[in-house]
């Protein structure tokens, strides 16, 4: 039997103060050495084949100054700079996996464009074309316009959006990544001066890696992250530009998002839930009402009632008082009759360590720089659309349960009704394009 996932027998809680950072293997060599494909990796981006998976990452969010052939010389002396191409990083791979896991290598580098971007370059030939036919949200961008003209599948609720992604013009980024810190800083210091006259750096946002003792990355919420990703991330590539040509360049769309995560509010309402059932004669705990809210086990395990769980597993036939059918997890997998979403998840948790003191001062914000990759922008529209509709516990607001409570069925008591929303709230975010390496080394 195919084993993706095993219950562990020990699948307690990692109290959030156990959390701690240690270095992790990044990703292993890539396997898309094949001839089929219409791409090489010394052709392509890193991290879309393989999490770069580095300690500490900063998004460089990008305005440009003006249009035109001097910004796309400046830009590109800084992209040959900190980018890193699919093949680098599989080197860059090998010499970490050859010398031991805790040896440090070599910081990395990612770059998307928005459809603005495209625009202000001057190249707005080259924005891509969304091969579902639909381009709209790519080419609107995901802020809604001052005229608020535009109708929205899923609604941003972006009243809750902070500065300066509420009205920033995100033209670019530049993502870096490196498992030491100051090396990143200086990085970024570097990135900062090789830009500066070119563009703004308009917004910019430090992501940390949580892991636990294991070495395995966790959210915020402490949940073990990562491991329902698609293990072939070569489906997220398509070919670039708004007619591609034979000889195009592969890149992959991607939805950039920042969400804040209230651990306070996500941990209150598990107690709350659990004393409302016990009450009620049930028997349940805080931690079984947070993995029944996430639809995996504390340690990864989708709640399917059973230990071992394929990698291509559904939840089509699973009670909800194994896995209710707004739990994250749920509500974002496929059923049986629909093919596996094409979309990987690169994101990265912000904030303070959970658990850890901050010397009395009022605790700083903590969540996810959540960013997917797909080969088409209609793919994470879709499951925004469906979390709302399904009022995942996640990602859901009070406005999505519009005054009906959750049905929260656990074993041996009768289904509870239970409102539960507003754990997460989107601060910002924009669509993206991941364009190839030909397009950099042509700008
Ligand atoms: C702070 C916000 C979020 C948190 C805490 C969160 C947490 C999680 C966790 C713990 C898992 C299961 C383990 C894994 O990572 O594989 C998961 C799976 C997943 N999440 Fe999220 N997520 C968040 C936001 C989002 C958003 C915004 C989307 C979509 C646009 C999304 C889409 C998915 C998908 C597609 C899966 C895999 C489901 C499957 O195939 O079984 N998540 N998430």
């Not at 406005?399 to 074993?411: I, R, S």
Request: with cysteine; proline share 6%; aromatic share 10%.
């Amino acid at each position: 039997m195919a084993s993706g996932f095993t219950k562990n027998s020990t699948t307690e809680f990692l109290d959030a103060n156990m959390l701690n950072l240690v270095t992790d293997a990044p990703a292993t060599a890539a396997e898309h050495t094949g001839t089929t494909q219409p791409w090489t990796n010394a052709e392509i981006q890193g991290n879309i084949l393989k999490a770069f998976n580095r300690r500490y990452a900063t998004y460089l969010f990008l305005r440009f100054n003006n249009h035109g052939p001097s910004v796309r010389r400046r830009l590109k002396r800084l992209l040959n700079e900190f980018v890193t191409r699919a093949s680098k990083q599989d080197e860059l791979s090998e010499v970490f996996n050859k010398n031991g896991r805790r040896e440090p290598v070599d910081g990395v580098g990612m770059f998307g464009l928005s459809a603005r971007g495209y625009k202000r370059l001057g190249m707005p030939a080259h924005s891509p074309a969304d091969p579902q036919g639909d381009s709209t949200p790519f080419d609107g961008g995901l802020r809604e316009p001052e005229d608020q003209t535009r109708d929205y599948i899923w609604d941003h609720h972006q009243s809750g959006w902070e500065e300066p992604f509420a009205t920033a013009d995100l033209d670019a980024f530049l993502l870096l990544a490196d498992d030491l810190s100051d090396r990143l800083q200086r990085s970024v210091q570097g990135a900062r001066e090789l830009i500066d006259g070119a563009a703004q750096i308009v917004a910019e946002e430090h992501g940390r890696r949580l892991e636990d003792r294991n070495g395995e990355q966790r959210e915020p919420f402490g949940f073990l992250e990562g491991r329902l990703n698609r293990k072939d991330a070569s489906p997220v590539l398509v070919p670039e530009g708004s007619s591609p040509s034979a000889d195009a360049g592969y890149g992959t769309f991607a939805l950039f998002l920042k969400i804040e995560q209230h651990l306070d509010r996500f941990h209150q309402l598990a107690h709350d839930l659990q004393t409302e059932v016990t009450k009620n004669n049930g028997s349940v705990t805080d931690q079984e009402v947070r993995e029944h809210a996430v639809g995996i086990t504390i340690s990864g395990v989708p709640l399917v009632g059973t230990a071992e769980v394929s990698q291509d597993f559904t939840f089509d036939k699973v009670p909800e008082s194994v896995c209710p059918f707004h739990a994250h997890a749920r509500a974002m997998r496929n059923f049986a009759d629909e093919e596996p979403f094409p979309m990987v998840r690169r994101g990265i948790g912000y904030g303070p360590v959970p658990g850890e003191s901050q010397n009395g001062a009022a605790p700083e914000p903590t969540g996810l720089l959540f960013l997917s990759l797909q080969p088409s922008l209609w793919t994470p529209i879709m499951l925004l659309g469906r979390a709302q509709r399904r009022r995942d516990a996640v990602l859901g607001s009070e406005k999505d349960l519009n005054g009906t409570a959750q049905e929260w069925t656990f074993p041996g008591c009768p289904a509870h009704k239970f409102a539960w929303a507003d754990v997460t709230t989107i601060k910002g975010g924009e669509y993206f394009f991941i364009p190839s390496m030909k397009f950099i080394d042509a700008l």
